[in-house]
């Protein structure tokens, strides 16, 4: 029995699709949009142990409706049973390959360069082909950069933290885009999906304002040579209403001035992410992707409205075809009940 929508899964380059085809029971795939490495499942049939273990390491693609929605390689294989039930054989890939440089502790440094040169020179030390850095990234310039013992991983992910960007490893390039604006590195829009009750919405569980107080701004001190003392640079965020003034204060003081607003922005980005969040269950949806947009439709005036993706996960089965969207940062309606109290 085939699964509920069309797939192809590429092992090595090869379409290995027809040879698992009799076996094939379920595929999982999850796109995170940073922090966490993206992820795939796929699970066989084992009854009679005739599936071969894959070997680690061996890249991977996986396609759904014609759209490539993985790239990494093969993690681990596990074989499961219980008593009264067949064996079934779960092949779990990650879009890193940990076993490579970038897990490597680098110690390089460059001075008087942009980000996007140190990015593409650590990501060559580290094994990758490339690195896209979000044109608003690209040109900051710093008198000096270092790895300072850090491995390509941990780099990308402190940079994206203090920057506001989200850093992930797919295969053999890296990206570094803007964080919470949906747009690409090469400055294009990532897609825009539609929830809408009643038609593709599943379920949803949406909590589309949070409760806790949101930063009123980020103040980040620096260090001023010539002067020879302490400053301190604020970023407005915009506090929740009828919330008092909370400060962020980000522990780890800043070189210059440029480096305090830079790192002061960030803040602002992370503090606007959080502003609400939920889950909401699509009937399949392949052209979602993390960093992309969710319009909520046809649920409850204060609910609707436009989230930011987080994650995207895709499940498709032989019963059926479901994708699951982690959402965050409500825009436009959503969080707001401007209904009159009757």
């Not at 052209?287 to 995207?312: H, K, L, N, Q």
């Not at 498709?316 to 479901?322: F, K, L, N, P, T």
Request: aromatic share 4%; glycine share 10%; hydrophobic share 30%.
């Amino acid at each position: 029995m085939s699964l509920a929508t069309s797939w192809r899964v590429l092992v090595n380059g090869l379409d290995a699709s027809d040879r698992m085809n009799p076996y094939i029971e379920s595929i999982e795939t999850t796109d995170n949009a940073g922090g966490k490495s993206d992820s795939a499942s796929i699970v066989f049939d084992d009854t009679d142990g005739q599936v071969k273990l894959p070997t680690k390491g061996d890249p991977v693609e996986i396609e759904l409706e014609g759209v490539s929605v993985f790239k990494g390689v093969v993690d681990s294989a596990e074989s499961s049973a219980a008593r009264g039930s067949g064996m079934q054989l779960t092949v779990s890939c990650k879009s890193v390959d940990k076993r490579g440089k970038v897990k490597e502790r680098l110690h390089k440094h460059k001075d008087d360069a942009t980000l996007e040169d140190f990015l593409k020179d650590a990501a060559k030390a580290a094994g990758l082909k490339d690195v896209k850095v979000d044109k608003s990234f690209a040109s900051i310039k710093r008198p000096y950069w270092s790895t300072d013992g850090r491995t390509f991983l941990q780099l990308g992910q402190e940079l994206a933290e203090e920057l506001g960007a989200t850093f992930k490893i797919q295969g053999d390039t890296a990206v570094f885009a803007k964080r919470g604006q949906g747009g690409t590195p090469g400055g294009g829009t990532m897609p825009t999906v539609r929830a809408i009750r009643r038609q593709n919405l599943v379920s949803w569980r949406i909590t589309p304002k949070e409760t806790r107080p949101r930063y009123a701004k980020a103040r980040v001190r620096w260090y001023d040579r010539k002067e020879a003392k302490w400053k301190q640079e604020d970023v407005e965020i915009g506090n929740a209403p009828g919330a008092p003034e909370v400060l962020d204060l980000p522990a780890a003081p800043r070189a210059t001035q440029d480096h305090a607003k830079d790192a002061g922005k960030g803040r602002k980005t992370e503090s606007e992410r959080e502003g609400g969040s939920g889950e909401v269950t699509l009937l399949l949806a392949v052209e979602a992707r993390a960093e992309g947009t969710c319009e909520v439709i046809g649920t409850r005036p204060g609910v609707d409205g436009s989230y930011r993706i987080e994650s995207v996960t895709h499940k498709v089965s032989r019963s059926g075809a479901e994708t699951t969207l982690s959402i965050k940062q409500p825009q436009g309606s959503a969080g707001s009940d401007d209904r009159s109290a009757e």
